[in-house]
């Protein structure tokens, strides 16, 4: 199996499972049913033992130390990283939106989309191992953790023990930016998943250097934010977002996973491309 191949498998399922659109049960208008929630992904490959995943054992960058993927996996040999982008419906509704709430369009991509990106990796998974590789998706791996509010062993929060962005600088997907998203080369309004395997796979180049080498700090991002938790010296502030988006959850009960309002990453130089390219 090779990395096209994964791609074109990714690809054509969510263009075809009806998991990538807004279900008639789950609108919240009765316009919305049926709404595309993300376009085709873009795919990354970074080896096992690549020097960066392994250093953050150590967590320079990261936060918390990072197990390397053979902890997902022993026989661990490839990582694959996949960036999938919303929708221009589901990002032009953000922008036209009130900027103290997410649009409703942006509420399904966060909830129905979030499930609907999980759905997709377990296909990916299953493709792999009826082909005779293993294959695991850590972040739906009973080891995984992610401390929110609730500090980690060392007393951290907003953290957890994979990060997908980290996974993604490796895999040569993109760079981190101001608003603490990853800016690809087609941008940075979408979401991130990622699965550890033993199909060996030629890494991507990486064509960047610096954590956030995409990122050219223009601030437009700050004035988006409605929580005000961004700023040019220390970034994204977790709390104050966290605790704006606790406003939005009390309005949406029912929406089990809110994530991010996504206003950061609309109308910005970075929504869909790489700033100045």
């Given at each position: 199996?090779?990395?096209?191949q994964?791609?074109?498998?990714?690809?054509?399922?969510?263009?075809?499972?009806?998991?990538?659109?807004?279900?008639?049960?789950?609108?919240?208008?009765?316009?919305?049913?049926?709404?595309?929630?993300y376009d085709p992904p873009i795919i990354g490959i970074a080896s096992a033992q690549d020097d960066y995943l392994l250093?953050?054992?150590?967590?320079?960058?990261?936060?918390?130390?990072?197990?390397?993927?053979?902890?997902?996996?022993?026989?661990?040999?490839?990582?694959?990283s996949l960036f999938f982008p919303f929708t221009a419906k589901v990002r032009e509704?953000?922008?036209k939106a009130a900027l103290d709430e997410p649009s409703q369009e942006m509420l399904h991509a966060r909830n129905e989309g979030h499930a609907f990106i999980f759905q997709l990796c377990e296909h990916l998974k299953e493709l792999l191992e009826n082909m005779g590789y293993a294959a695991v998706i850590p972040a739906r791996d009973s080891r995984h953790w992610m401390a929110f509010e609730n500090?980690?062993?060392?007393?951290?929060?907003?953290?957890?023990?994979?990060?997908?962005?980290?996974?993604?600088f490796a895999c040569g997907v993109g760079t981190f930016s101001l608003?603490?998203?990853i800016i690809t080369e087609v941008g940075a309004a979408g979401r991130l998943a990622s699965l550890v395997t033993d199909l060996e796979l030629p890494p991507t180049a990486r064509p960047y250097r610096e954590l956030y080498?995409?990122?050219?700090?223009?601030g437009a991002c700050i004035s988006n934010c409605p929580a005000h938790a961004i700023t040019l010296e220390e970034g994204r502030s977790n709390l104050l977002c966290r605790d704006f988006l606790k406003g939005v959850e009390a309005a949406?009960?029912?929406?089990?996973?809110i994530g991010c309002c996504g206003k950061c990453q609309i109308n910005v130089p970075c929504e869909v491309g790489i700033p100045g390219k």
């Amino acid at each position: 199996m090779t990395r096209q191949q994964i791609l074109e498998g990714a690809t054509t399922y969510l263009e075809s499972n009806g998991g990538n659109r807004v279900s008639a049960d789950k609108a919240l208008r009765p316009e919305l049913i049926g709404m595309k929630i993300y376009d085709p992904p873009i795919i990354g490959i970074a080896s096992a033992q690549d020097d960066y995943l392994l250093s953050l054992q150590a967590a320079p960058s990261a936060g918390v130390p990072q197990p390397p993927p053979t902890f997902w996996l022993e026989s661990a040999k490839s990582v694959i990283s996949l960036f999938f982008p919303f929708t221009a419906k589901v990002r032009e509704s953000n922008f036209k939106a009130a900027l103290d709430e997410p649009s409703q369009e942006m509420l399904h991509a966060r909830n129905e989309g979030h499930a609907f990106i999980f759905q997709l990796c377990e296909h990916l998974k299953e493709l792999l191992e009826n082909m005779g590789y293993a294959a695991v998706i850590p972040a739906r791996d009973s080891r995984h953790w992610m401390a929110f509010e609730n500090p980690s062993q060392d007393g951290r929060t907003f953290t957890s023990n994979w990060s997908e962005r980290h996974v993604a600088f490796a895999c040569g997907v993109g760079t981190f930016s101001l608003h603490d998203g990853i800016i690809t080369e087609v941008g940075a309004a979408g979401r991130l998943a990622s699965l550890v395997t033993d199909l060996e796979l030629p890494p991507t180049a990486r064509p960047y250097r610096e954590l956030y080498e995409y990122c050219i700090k223009c601030g437009a991002c700050i004035s988006n934010c409605p929580a005000h938790a961004i700023t040019l010296e220390e970034g994204r502030s977790n709390l104050l977002c966290r605790d704006f988006l606790k406003g939005v959850e009390a309005a949406y009960k029912d929406r089990k996973y809110i994530g991010c309002c996504g206003k950061c990453q609309i109308n910005v130089p970075c929504e869909v491309g790489i700033p100045g390219k």
